[in-house]
């Protein structure tokens, strides 16, 4: 079985920074891409930060120059480092990777559980 744990949320405030990490774990063959969601009650759920299957990464216009996703292959893990951030930057982060799993020929679409976020002013 697969899953995606997230882990490094929490409370900051104004200006600081917090660490996000995502590890995927089970019968992965491979990862096609992987990254960062986040959502706000009431909104959709937004592209944050993400590598493609390229291995280039597209972020979100309102965390350029402020966040930047990196990567760990051989840990399988994804991290999205989050500096000076704003009230609204506030929301659940979410993890979400494409991969090819051993006994299925279709790639998957995976979320982990979501990470609170919460910037105050």
């Known amino acids: 079985q697969v899953q995606l744990v997230e882990s490094g949320g929490g409370l900051v405030q104004a200006g600081g920074s917090l660490r996000l990490s995502c590890t995927a774990s089970?019968?992965?063959?491979?990862?096609?891409?992987m990254g960062w969601y986040r959502q706000v009650p009431g909104n959709q759920r937004e592209l944050v930060a993400a590598?493609?299957?390229?291995?280039?990464?597209n972020y979100a216009d309102s965390v350029k120059g402020r966040f930047t996703i990196s990567r760990d292959n051989a840990k399988n893990t994804v991290y999205l480092q989050m500096n000076s951030l704003k009230p609204g930057d506030t929301a659940v982060y979410y993890c979400?990777?494409?991969?090819?799993?051993?006994?299925?020929?279709?790639?998957?679409?995976?979320w982990g559980q979501g990470t609170q976020v919460t910037v105050s002013s």
């Open positions: 590598f493609t299957s390229d291995g280039s990464t």
């Open positions: 979400n990777a494409d991969l090819n799993v051993s006994g299925s020929w279709l790639v998957g679409d995976y």
């Open positions: 089970g019968s992965i063959l491979s990862i096609v891409t």
